[in-house]
């Protein structure tokens, strides 16, 4: 871990115990953490093993554990002051945390630790290289939902670039995922799929302009079915980024396709993880 990544751990994690009732939405703890909203929730998920929507419910539920015990607050207002207004949702999250109501933890009077304990971090298995890229056109569809699913949005773009003939000025397979599927709600995870412009094209509705900075890429290839992919992305951002010194942009992670199930074995497709970095 580098010093920078780990001042901006312990500063986020000073914020969320400082603040249990403020402004923990991911949009202010990456501005805490003076990283983008794209990768701060990866980096902290693969540096920590847990959500940052975890990190803050569990700071929340130790706080109130030992609100509940030190004081005879009422357990609304205890709440309340943990940053939970809904009483009826309190009351499920401690339960869940700590296997008793906080009535009955109350009555016990017994205060725990409350510390997760994250695994051991493996080295790092795939190659990562930086490279410098030229700035990315893409044609592309939105997809919203469970990114296993995008599979829709790039038949459908394929069906509408073979109308318009576009793909004599096409060349890579790319998606674009804007949100972490641990942290987000399947039902909110924002995407594109789309393929490299190489030329003119019709961007006619409904094709959408995607384009992606170009400079400085951590590149990580992956080869193997899609499903390990999320490993690989918390290797990217848990073993290798935190030892490299860099830091990513303000801008989003991408996967490049070179080449498809349509006619290669799953434990052949190969995958790059493109990572925009500062500099």
């Keep these: 871990m580098t010093n920078a990544n780990e001042k ?40 920590t093993g847990e959500t940052l929507a975890q990190a803050v419910r569990r700071v929340r539920m130790q706080r109130a554990s030992y609100l ?31 296997l ?6 109350r009555k016990r009077g017994e205060l725990r630790p409350f510390v997760r304990t994250p695994q051991p971090r493996r080295a790092p298995m795939h190659p990562v290289i930086i490279r410098t890229e030229p700035p990315i056109r893409l044609a592309a569809l939105p997809h919203k939902g469970a990114y296993h699913e995008i599979s829709r949005a790039f038949q ?14 096409s060349g890579r397979m790319i998606a674009v995922f804007y949100d972490d599927p641990q942290s987000v709600a399947e039902s909110a995870l924002r995407s594109h799929a789309g393929f490299e412009l190489t ?21 990580l290839t992956y080869t193997g079915p899609y499903a390990g ?27 490049v396709y070179l ?16 990572l925009p970095l500062r500099g």
């Design 8 to 47: 901006r751990l312990l500063r986020v994690l000073d914020h969320i115990h400082d603040n249990p009732a403020g402004d923990l939405s991911l949009d202010a703890l990456s501005d805490v953490a003076a990283m983008s909203r794209f990768h701060w929730h990866r980096v902290f998920r693969a540096m």
């Design 68 to 98: 509940l015990v030190m004081t005879d607050q009422p357990i609304a207002a205890l709440a309340a002051s943990v940053g939970m207004d809904n009483l009826a949702s309190f009351n499920r999250c401690f339960t869940d945390a700590f």
């Design 100 to 105: 008793m109501s906080p009535a009955t933890f």
């Design 156 to 169: 459908k773009l394929s069906a509408v670039m073979a109308s318009r003939d576009l793909f004599r000025n």
């Design 199 to 219: 030329g003119p094209a019709d961007l006619a509705a409904p094709l959408e302009a995607v384009a992606l900075a170009g400079g400085r890429h951590a590149v």
């Design 229 to 255: 992919l999320p490993t690989a992305y918390d290797e990217l951002f848990g073993v290798w980024l935190p030892n490299s010194g860099e830091e990513p942009a303000d801008t989003p992670s991408f996967e």
């Design 259 to 274: 080449n498809t199930p349509m006619d290669t074995a799953p434990e052949d497709l190969v995958t790059e993880l493109h």
